[in-house]
């Protein structure tokens, strides 16, 4: 039983990323998620650089 929930949940995770809708939505997260990491390396490199 949860094997076949799990292959539901995969199922429709792509049908909604192969749609418009779910494609953008992965652009969008991916540039946040960089943009969080990018965030997070200036902020590390400026404490190293001030030396804390």
């Known amino acids: 039983?949860?094997?076949?929930?799990?292959?539901?949940?995969?199922?429709?995770?792509?049908?909604?990323?192969?749609?418009?809708?779910?494609?953008?939505d992965v652009r969008d997260w991916a540039r946040a998620a960089f943009f969080a990491a990018l965030t997070a390396a200036a902020a590390i490199w400026i404490l190293h650089e001030m030396g804390v």
């Not at 039983?1 to 953008?24: E, H, N």
Request: glycine share 12%; charged share 30%.
């Open 1 to 24: 039983m949860k094997r076949r929930m799990l292959f539901g949940y995969v199922r429709t995770i792509r049908q909604y990323l192969a749609s418009p809708k779910g494609g953008r």
